[in-house]
């Protein structure tokens, strides 16, 4: 949890260090972008840092080789390496020997509708599918998947949408998308035709080639915004924690995602002071 003088955010941790990092989405249009690497060990390592924009990609010589002593966090403004105004740029860490962590700050001041305060934990790996449980269609909702395809061949990619399938209104959309090699597409989740108003969940897939796939969702218009960046879940479970309590009781305050096809039931419970309990 992070709180900032331009908004709050909640991020998991990391249970492991990697030798590869991978951020998907990223402006720094009206908008800070901080890339935050963190050596927890007690020897220096030495990270490459390369970032995939409109333009191609943009490998800044100082980032190239740099040393992080051990035990020891590096905060890099990516605005000072020349990378003003992008409108969507994506980034990749490597690390020599396997020993560092990656995250990404942004302060958004109203660069594509975005504003707020986000922390959001990298990807240490790609994968071939993501999943995103909840999803938003509303008039003051913007809603968009940033697919960033770091390899060396082409992907192609598959967007499902779904409804709920209360009172038999239920929605079903598949998007295909071609992701060229090194690049970063940005997916208009809005403007998929037929989707209606309320919550539905996203299922990504790209079967030949590993992925990283992030959302992002503004609420909100103006200096009342709320701009959220999440990555997606790499596999679905019989069971999930949520370790951070939850400030205010709402009717979407928890959503459950059943991507199988078939019907299924789940409990909830909370756990305090007094052990499990059932809700």
Known sequence: RVRHPNGRSLSPC??????????????TLSAGYDLVVTNPFPDYTNITVSVLTADGVRTPAKLQNQTIAGQSVLKIDLEKFGLRDEQLLAVEVQSTPERVVVSRAQNYYGGLGRNGYAMTLGAPSTDNRWFFADGEKAGN?????????????????????????????????????????GSVVKVDIDAIAGLP?????????????????????TRGSGSGAVT?????????????????????????????MNQTGESG?????????????PV
């Not at 990555?231 to 459950?256: F, N």
Request: glycine residues 8%.
């Open 14 to 27: 990391s249970n492991a260090p990697s030798s590869n990092w991978y951020l998907a989405d990223g402006i």
């Open 141 to 181: 909702t913007s809603e968009s998947l940033t697919l960033l395809n770091p390899s060396e061949l082409p992907a192609s990619v598959t967007v499902q949408v779904f409804t709920a399938t209360e009172g038999g209104d239920e929605f079903v959309a598949v998007q295909v998308y071609d992701v060229a090699e």
């Open 197 to 217: 108003n309320g919550r539905h969940a996203l299922v990504v897939d790209s079967p030949e080639v590993g992925i990283v796939a992030e959302q992002v969702i």
């Open 228 to 256: 959220v960046v999440s990555l997606g879940a790499r596999v679905s479970s019989k069971r999930w924690w949520a370790p951070t309590a939850l400030q205010d009781v709402t009717e979407a305050a928890m959503v459950v």
């Open 265 to 277: 039931t789940f409990s909830l419970f909370t756990l305090g002071p007094g052990g499990v309990q």
